[in-house]
Structures are given as C-alpha cells and as structure tokens.
C-alpha cells in the first residue's frame, strides 16, 4: 500500500511538472490566451491539494499566488531589485507581488529560464 502511494505522488509529481511546463508555453506564446495557461495551473493546484504535497520549487518560484498565471519577466512581470531591503520584486500583471531575497532567488532557482539566462548570455558575447 506505501508502496503505491509513493507511485502515485511521483506520477502526480510528474504531472504537476508537465502541467507548467505546458502552462509556460502558453504564457509565451503571445497568440496563446491567459485562460488556459491559468487553466493548467488550477489543475496543478488541485492534484497538490488532492495528494497533500509540497508546492515545489517550481510552483512556489513561477506561480503568482492570487491569480495563477505563470510568472515569465517580460512578458506578463516585471522584476525590479529592491537593494536597500535585499530583495527582488516580481510584480505580477494583476499587481499581486513576489519578494525574494537575493540568497533564496540564487539558490531557488527563480527566473532561471528566462532574465537571468538572457543577462548571463549578454555577458558571455
Ligand atoms: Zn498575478
């Protein structure tokens, strides 16, 4: 029975991931609309819920927490750095924020696939 529980979470786990994998996509894709991309992550949400799990890094780091849209800077937040507090701002399109520190956002991996790329690759050329 344990046995198949611990199944069931990495199936849901994985899951989960695919889910906003498929919800980024969406959100950069700018023909795409919002509604799906917000529709994959209530899902995302709801298998967490059902099989009481952690969030995870990647929910915690990508998902605004009041209207589920996946955070991509540039195209639906903006990321300001608050250096006299230590922290980074990710604003959300609905105004809802995100604060992180400056240690936690190396470490978390929080816009890992896009701004943070994007600056290390202008640096390189
Ligand atoms: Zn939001």
Redesign the pocket.
Known sequence: MIKNQKILKEMAQERISRLLGMAKARTLDKRGSDALSKRYVGIAKKIVSHYKMPKGRQMKAEV?G??D?VLVPGINCSVRLASSYGYIVYR?????EKHVMYREAASKGFGSATAFDRASKSHRD
Do not use: I, K, Q, T
């Not at 959300?92 to 809802?96: E, T, V």
């Open positions: 605004c009041s209207c849209s959300c399109r609905c105004g809802a």
